[in-house]
């Protein structure tokens, strides 16, 4: 499985500076070059467009700006940038809605940090990455959102997009919810070649990150196949 060698760019966004700072330096103590960290919601999009990290490890209760805020703009501005919530709640409407607004994970700040260590990486990597329990709440949600209607591309329309057959192969897994790692082991092939999978295939059909691609998956039942 291929490694990535460059250090994982992390930012620490968190209202409450002596957490903040512990997480930053838990972080920095492990490997993890932390780029920039924020105390409220504007400097966090403004902190964040400069540093340009690969990872944002997110706290939702922000003064300024609301953390799904925070995560909207950015991940509008930087469809690669992974966001990790790192929150005191485990309400499902916050995890639900810091989904939708494009977060990859979500962890409990009751988490050990060898947990939030271990979740920053693998959200660097792609893996969704959330509290134990919560993984179930966030699949039904991509199922309910799919039985809405949404404008996502017509792939049967002439001139079209083809997906190949190991895309679509790696698709299905995805909204069956296996992490990147598991859809790997299962698939025989490396992480790295399951990300471009996926890259390409967000790519090809227009969307922006792994919420849309599930969402658009189960709308056409691949994950029942």
């Known amino acids: 499985m291929t490694q990535r060698q460059d250090p994982i760019r992390v930012m620490v966004v968190d209202d409450h500076p002596m957490w903040r700072d512990a997480v930053a330096r838990d972080l920095a103590e492990s490997g993890f070059e932390v780029v920039a960290t924020a105390g409220d919601g504007e400097q966090a999009v403004r902190r964040a467009k400069a540093a340009a990290p690969d990872v944002l490890v997110l706290d939702l209760n922000l003064p300024a700006k609301p953390g799904v805020q925070v995560c909207k703009e950015l991940v509008a501005?930087?469809?690669?940038?992974?966001?990790?919530?790192?929150?005191?709640?485990?309400?499902?409407?916050?995890?639900?809605?810091?989904?939708?607004?494009?977060?990859?994970?979500?962890?409990?700040?009751?988490?050990?940090?060898?947990?939030?260590?271990?979740?920053?990486?693998?959200?660097?990597?792609?893996?969704a990455v959330f509290t134990p329990g919560l993984a179930g709440?966030?699949?039904?949600?991509?199922?309910?959102?799919?039985?809405?209607?949404?404008?996502?591309?017509?792939?049967?329309?002439?001139?079209?997009?083809?997906?190949?057959?190991?895309?679509?192969?790696?698709?299905?897994?995805?909204?069956?919810g296996l992490s990147y790692k598991q859809i790997a082991e299962r698939l025989v092939i490396?992480?790295?070649?399951?990300?471009?999978?996926?890259?390409?295939?967000?790519?090809?059909?227009?969307?922006?990150?792994?919420?849309?691609?599930?969402?658009?998956?189960?709308?056409?039942?691949?994950?029942?196949?």
């Open 190 to 225: 490396s992480h790295r070649t399951v990300q471009n999978h996926v890259q390409n295939t967000l790519g090809k059909l227009q969307l922006h990150n792994r919420v849309e691609l599930v969402r658009y998956a189960i709308e056409r039942g691949l994950d029942e196949e």
């Open 77 to 127: 501005h930087n469809p690669a940038l992974r966001v990790l919530v790192l929150s005191a709640s485990g309400e499902h409407a916050d995890v639900l809605e810091a989904v939708k607004s494009g977060a990859t994970g979500y962890l409990l700040k009751s988490a050990s940090t060898d947990e939030l260590l271990d979740a920053v990486r693998r959200t660097a990597v792609g893996d």
């Open 137 to 176: 709440l966030v699949l039904g949600e991509y199922r309910r959102l799919a039985a809405e209607p949404a404008a996502a591309p017509d792939t049967d329309a002439p001139g079209a997009p083809r997906l190949t057959e190991r895309e679509t192969e790696v698709l299905r897994l995805v909204a069956k």
